[in-house]
């Protein structure tokens, strides 16, 4: 949007009142990951492949040309998960429950087809957006946005009808908000920008939890009625309660839309919806008692508050929001699939939808469920700021485990990759030591070489005389031989053939038989002087 005088800027605080997945169409691929100890591991490549011995490269590379390799591949990772959780480089916490299915079931067929092929749960864990750079969560912009244009939405229809309902929602959003097909620049919400939301640089990054999503039918079953079977994946949110965890900026231009429009718009739409969720006749009683208590105390007073001084305002985002958060009043036509009629899907359309989902730590989904995505975003002033510090206190309050949890686990984590990136400098000195010595062996046998090329014969024989007896004492250890055997022979054929040398070359020889010989033969140095006459050869 262009920046003119009229410009608003507003700095948002965003706080997590129930679980938000903003899908990012990623999942944590299954030999991308390990569940072991509650968590979920997350493992780089380069980390799992050089951690795997050649063998198990192998058998890996095996397993993945089958023609079903899930299975396999699956157990290869989960009967590893201890060894291999160990290479993480970011960790998410886990619902008890999903955990220990994941170590009952991953690799373990959970039916078989008509032709007998087994089906396997791939454990697929959709992720929610996340920076590229450090896996740390966010809340984009656009998901913000999209939130907020359906309350702007919902508050100039303001529950009115279509004359037809087969107009197209593009041709009612054009009514609306007066502007014309094709003649997007006159859409106000041109003039609204939301910067992605993240946690403020240096504190502590908001944790993420795997959890069920479930469906829940909104009606008792009638009697006699079979239940139908519920929806159950694998999600991981950003967990309720996260006080302010992401940061933001809005701009409006003040001409085209206002401030205390926009917050009377979203809180008139959501609000409602919130408290409907929290006192719902059916699903209220299986929602966590203490969340439904914490959020109805809040909402009764400092953010009931809040609310009425245009302070902020509640938004819906992410999957799972639910067809009532994303559609407008009076217009709303959900369809709802019934029962198949001689082979044939039935369907109708209905204002309201039969079923909710909810974010659950089990299967069952008994009882401790959350709705998904409820968020409050502040940007109160300094005359209301003891009203947002009551409500950013009772939230982390809620939280406060889970955080403390996490912080916990980014010190493990970067604690090992200390001691990672210590084990990798070690390593890449000994590499760099060992290279080293490699060069300055070959430069030195280099030199050998040429001083060997220009020395005489015989002083070449007295060189190669030292490096027989230096390999052999390597050889030796300490020990030495006896007397009278190879080596002890070859000095003195050495000290025979020397007499008739000049002088240099025969102290050179006398030189090296008695610095050599008692360290690879036993025997009495004194002794040998005089046999093999030493000073003789060393005489002028």
């Not at 990012?24 to 780089?44: A, Q, W």
């Not at 030591?433 to 280099?446: D, G, H, K, S, Y």
């Amino acid at each position: 949007m262009t920046i003119t005088p009229r410009t608003i800027v507003r700095h948002l605080a965003i706080s997590t009142l129930s679980p938000v997945h903003v899908g990012c169409d990623e999942v944590y691929e299954p030999s991308g990951f390990v569940i072991d100890d509650g968590l979920l591991h997350v493992l780089d490549p380069a980390d799992l492949a050089a951690a795997l011995s050649d063998n198990e490269r192998r058998h890996l590379a095996t397993l993945a040309d089958q023609r079903e390799p899930i299975g396999a591949l699956q157990r290869f990772f989960r009967d590893s998960a201890a060894r291999f959780a160990e290479l993480a480089r970011s960790q998410v916490a886990v619902a008890e429950a999903i955990a220990r299915e994941y170590t009952e079931k991953a690799g373990r067929p959970t039916q078989r087809g008509r032709d007998g092929e087994p089906t396997y749960n791939v454990f697929p864990i959709a992720r929610t957006a996340y920076r590229p750079f450090d896996g740390t969560p966010y809340l984009p912009g656009s998901s913000l946005k999209g939130s907020i244009r359906t309350a702007w939405l919902n508050r100039l229809n303001d529950g009115s009808e279509p004359a037809d309902r087969r107009a197209s929602p593009r041709g009612l959003e054009e009514r609306l908000l007066g502007y014309t097909a094709g003649r997007f620049e006159n859409d106000p919400f041109r003039h609204l920008a939301l910067a992605d939301a993240h946690p403020e640089d240096g504190d502590l990054p908001p944790p993420t939890r795997v959890i069920y999503a479930i469906s829940k039918k909104k009606r008792l079953p009638r009697e006699g009625e079979r239940g139908s079977p519920e929806l159950k994946v694998f999600l991981e949110t950003i967990p309720d309660a996260i006080s302010a965890g992401f940061l933001g900026e809005m701009r409006l231009d003040n001409d085209k839309m206002r401030w205390n429009s926009l917050c009377d718009a979203c809180n008139a739409f959501y609000r409602p919806q919130l408290e409907a969720e929290v006192d719902h006749p059916v699903l209220g009683r299986l929602l966590d008692a203490e969340w439904a208590r914490l959020i109805g105390d809040l909402l009764g007073g400092e953010l009931g508050e809040l609310i009425a001084a245009r302070q902020g305002f509640l938004l819906r985002v992410g999957r799972h929001s639910g067809a009532e958060s994303v559609t407008l009043d009076g217009v709303r036509r959900i369809k709802i699939l019934g029962a198949r009629v001689d082979g044939k899907q039935t369907s109708e359309y209905r204002p309201n939808t039969t079923e909710k989902r909810y974010a659950s730590l089990s299967r069952s989904g008994d009882s401790g469920l959350l709705p998904f995505g409820w968020i409050w975003v502040d940007a109160c002033d300094d005359r209301h700021r003891h009203l947002s510090d009551a409500v950013r206190q009772k939230l982390a309050a809620r939280s406060r485990p889970l955080r403390e949890a996490h912080a916990d686990r980014l010190l493990r984590l970067e604690d090992k990759a200390e001691q990672r990136a210590a084990a990798a400098a070690a390593m890449a000195n000994r590499k760099a030591a060992a290279e080293a010595t490699a060069r300055a062996e070959v430069e030195a046998q280099a030199a050998r070489a040429r001083a060997l090329a220009e020395m005489s014969p015989n002083r070449r024989r007295v060189e190669e005389f030292i490096a027989e007896f230096a390999a052999r004492a390597e050889q030796l250890r300490g020990n030495r031989e006896n007397a009278n055997a190879a080596f002890h022979t070859r000095a003195r054929t050495l000290a025979a053939e020397a007499v008739g040398w000049t002088h240099a070359e025969r102290v050179a020889a006398a030189d090296a038989i008695e610095e050599w010989l008692p360290k690879v033969v036993r025997v009495d140095l004194k002794d040998e002087r005089k046999k093999l006459k030493l000073t003789a050869l060393r005489a002028s």
